[in-house]
């Protein structure tokens, strides 16, 4: 069975950063359209950036004004998200998923149809 496996998840002060990690392992790789999303407690799911493995293209939430970066390496089968600058609001849940075997969409209906979801990661950033 597949797996999606976030990692680099930590408490930092504000300001700071850090690097999520996806790794994706029993499932295809090379045309998915990845996605990072957040959950804070007591609000929605929200998407922060996708990436299309094949051909790079890539999307960002407007909110994050440049902020966070998503990247991957094709021979870990491993997405990124770089967060820069983290803010208390930052605080959350951070998951990876993937749509297999398509691009990506723009946002907002590109935020859909994620079918395969990490158990997410926390990251707390504290004022």
């Known amino acids: 069975r597949g797996q999606l496996v976030e990692s680099g998840g930590d408490s930092v002060q504000a300001g700071g950063s850090l690097r999520l990690s996806c790794a994706v392992s029993?499932?295809?790789?090379?045309?998915?359209?990845m996605g990072w999303f957040r959950q804070a407690p007591g609000k929605e799911r929200e998407g922060l950036a996708m990436l299309s493995i094949d051909g790079g293209g890539t999307y960002y939430a407007d909110s994050l004004k440049g902020r966070f970066t998503i990247s991957q390496d094709k021979t870990k089968k491993t997405v990124y998200l770089q967060l820069n600058n983290l803010q208390p609001e930052d605080t959350a849940k951070y998951f990876c998923?993937?749509?297999?075997?398509?691009?990506?969409?723009?946002?907002?209906?590109?935020?859909?149809?994620?079918?395969?979801w990490g158990q997410g990661i926390q990251v707390t950033v504290s004022s």
């Open positions: 998923a993937a749509r297999i075997e398509t691009y990506c969409s723009p946002p907002p209906g590109g935020w859909s149809d994620f079918g395969y």
């Open positions: 029993g499932y295809p790789y090379n045309r998915n359209c």
